[in-house]
């Protein structure tokens, strides 16, 4: 039996008793790379909203930092104001 790739169909020659008989089919492949793709994309976008959030984070804790050491949230108006202004 011979086996030829000819134009994406397979052509399978068999050899009977003298007699040649040529069999033509057809044959179909699916590839899988868009599901590939598709799971990095997600990845990126999961790394991408996580990078912010964790900025926010930091900033809250910056922030509730700063209104503990100063004294609660009006020393902490008084006290920018004041740096701003260079009292």
Request: proline share 2%; glycine share 8%; charged share 15%.
């Amino acid at each position: 039996m011979v086996i030829a790739k000819v134009n994406n169909q397979r052509q399978t020659k068999i050899q009977m008793e003298g007699t040649m008989t040529t069999t033509m089919t057809k044959t179909r492949t699916r590839t899988t790379d868009q599901i590939n793709e598709n799971q990095i994309s997600k990845g990126m976008t999961i790394a991408m909203s996580a990078v912010p959030s964790l900025i926010g984070i930091w900033a809250a804790a910056c922030f509730v930092g700063a209104m503990v050491t100063s004294g609660g949230p009006l020393e902490l108006a008084k006290n920018y104001f004041q740096a701003i202004i260079g009292i």
